[in-house]
């Protein structure tokens, strides 16, 4: 009678190779978050244009009506009144500027911030003169809103964009931007 096979042992694997192992495993992932995060702040620094220009968005607001302009183009000043939420209210026809309004072609209107471009004050329009006027500094604006010469202002008053909409609604895309530079430069 044959004796009984013996067994073969099952022997763990010396701890040298379980080490090995995991220094691997760790390098491979310490290798994945390097790689990882540069992308990442890359693809942010890719998208943020896009994110400020969302945040940018134009935000039209009805300010008036088309019979409330003069037709012979002298600018009227309206009212900006916009809703406004916090995290808990919501707050309709809230002031959140001016602006001038005037008729120049037929039913072309332009719109310009009544705010001064060189501090921050508000512009004043002046019927004799026929320009406008800040009473801080003296900038001076033609009708339109072009910078005149001697002016400490950098750049002319801020034109904003119109819409007509329903035949007689005056929309404007409601916007302020930074004072004392000669570009425009949007606050949020
Ligand atoms: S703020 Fe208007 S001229 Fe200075």
Not at 82 to 109: C, E, F, H, M
Not at 150 to 170: F, T, W
Request: glycine share 6%.
């Amino acid at each position: 009678m044959r004796p009984p096979e013996a067994t073969p042992a099952i022997h763990p694997p010396p701890p040298t190779d379980r080490r090995n192992f995991f220094k691997e495993a760790l390098a491979v992932v310490i290798g994945a978050v390097l790689t990882l995060v540069p992308v990442a702040a890359g693809l942010s620094v890719f998208l943020d244009p896009l994110r400020r220009k969302s945040a940018a968005r134009e935000n039209f607001v009805k300010v008036a009506t088309l019979d409330a302009l003069p037709g012979d183009g002298v600018p009227r000043k309206f009212p900006v009144l916009a809703s406004r939420t916090d995290a808990w209210n919501k707050y309709n026809n809230v002031p959140i500027g001016a602006v001038y309004l005037r008729r120049a072609d037929g039913n072309q209107v332009q719109a310009v911030n009544v705010v001064c471009p060189h501090a921050g004050c508000f512009v004043d329009f002046s019927a004799e003169r026929g320009d406008f006027l800040c009473p801080c500094h003296n900038s001076a604006f033609s009708v339109e809103g072009t910078l005149k010469p001697g002016s400490p202002s950098p750049r002319s008053l801020d034109a904003l964009k119109v819409e007509i909409r329903n035949e007689n609604e005056v929309w404007v895309a409601f916007q302020n931007f930074e004072a004392g530079r000669a570009d425009k430069v949007p606050l949020a």
